[in-house]
């Protein structure tokens, strides 16, 4: 089966059909060593149903007149459900007309027969709708908080050439790290850096961190090394002035 076809059909699994959740547990032994036990199994709906509950929640916490007391205790993430599954509902109505199919009344069965009679579409159609649900899964993973915003590591870009002309990137602050560690990347010159070469990233930070932490302790002692010689003159001046009186 083709890429194209293998992300439309993740996708549409993930936006349509429940799926079995793991959080990782952990226990401490006597020795305060953290172990890892069974995790907990939860169902999760697909992830439109899950959109819907979120937006549900924050129209359903106003009091009994419906007017919204406290409308800082909405969820975050909650105007974000709403107009996300609008685009979904929307789009996925419109791609079922326009693919020949008669709508369905959700959009989880839209998107099913969407994919139902995806072999018979041309592959600029496929390439659309596989453009489509994968943004809305994204999308709805970021609302949903199952993804996490990436980490920003504290260093320099290393990248020696950014434009093919030898130009290094040497910007700050702008690479980021996947949370499990299984990719970076600069968002300045858009390197990036996947599993087989992070290592080689992660060494150049831990490297930065301490060259920058020793050079911070010298200027530290440069400080402190002026303060002791103010001091010792200071000192000195004093025992003049006594010497001198006596
Ligand atoms: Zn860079």
Redesign the pocket.
């Known amino acids: 089966m083709s890429d194209t076809l293998t992300d439309i059909l993740d996708s549409a699994e993930a936006l349509t059909d429940p799926r079995q959740h793991s959080e990782p547990r952990y226990e401490w032994d006597a020795n305060r060593n953290k172990k890892p036990v069974d995790p907990y199994r939860t169902i999760v709906p697909g992830l439109i149903q899950q959109l819907r509950d979120l937006a549900e929640e924050g129209s359903t916490s106003g009091d009994e007149s419906g007017v919204r007391s406290v409308p800082d205790s909405r969820p975050p993430g909650e105007f974000d459900a709403v107009s996300l599954i609008a685009a979904i509902t929307f789009g996925a109505a419109w791609r079922a007309g326009q693919v020949g199919l008669k709508a369905r009344d959700t959009a989880e069965g839209n998107i099913r027969s969407i994919v139902g009679t995806i072999s018979t579409l041309d592959s600029d159609t496929q390439h659309d709708i596989r453009r489509e649900l994968m943004s809305w899964r994204r999308q709805a993973d970021v609302i949903l908080g199952w993804e996490q915003p990436p980490i920003e590591l504290v260093a320099p ?1 290393p ?1 020696v050439d ?1 434009d093919g002309y030898g130009t290094p ?1 040497g ?1 700050r602050g ?1 690479l980021v790290a996947q949370r499990d560690g299984s990719g970076a990347r ?1 968002v ?2 858009g ?1 990036v850096w996947d599993e087989k070469t992070v290592g080689m990233l992660f060494e150049h930070v831990r490297r930065y961190t301490e060259a920058s932490k020793a050079a911070a302790e010298r200027a530290r002692k440069v400080i402190r090394d002026a303060k002791a010689e103010q001091r010792r003159i200071a000192d000195e001046a004093r025992e003049r002035r006594h010497t001198e009186a006596a």
């Open positions: 870009c990248v950014a990137c910007a702008t600069c300045k010159c390197a």
